[in-house]
């Protein structure tokens, strides 16, 4: 459970350095395997975060749910940047804008 919540903040966050020591820990904008310098590949499905990576960086769809289990946001990420339409949610389920709109390389190109 450690390690989704902290691909929460870190999704929310990607600014800032977050790290568990239990499974995967991020350096750098790279997730490697506890306490070795392999790369993290593989599926993350928890209650309020799914998605998958590939060596390392987030890759392919993700959502993430607050803990009412709305909707918090949808997006996908390629080599682990935010890449094309993204939504985002408030709690209640309304359209949060910042957050909502098209990305190229991590960055919002249009509403």
């Keep these: 459970m450690k390690i989704l919540l902290t691909i929460i903040f870190l999704s929310l966050l990607s600014s800032l350095s977050w790290s568990v ?12 395997e506890a306490f070795t310098d ?12 799914k998605g998958s990576m590939k060596n390392g960086k987030k890759e392919g769809k993700w959502v993430n749910y607050h803990s009412n289990g709305q909707l918090r ?6 080599n ?5 339409a993204w939504v985002g949610f408030e709690e209640d389920g309304r359209v949060k804008e910042f957050m909502t709109g098209n ?3 991590g960055v919002k190109i249009s509403d």
């Design 21 to 32: 020591s239990i499974d995967v820990v991020e350096r750098e904008g790279i997730y490697y």
């Design 38 to 49: 392999v790369p993290f590949t593989g599926e993350i499905d928890g209650w309020l975060v």
């Design 73 to 78: 946001f949808k997006g996908n990420y390629k």
């Design 80 to 84: 682990g940047e935010s890449e094309g």
């Design 103 to 105: 990305f190229k390389n």
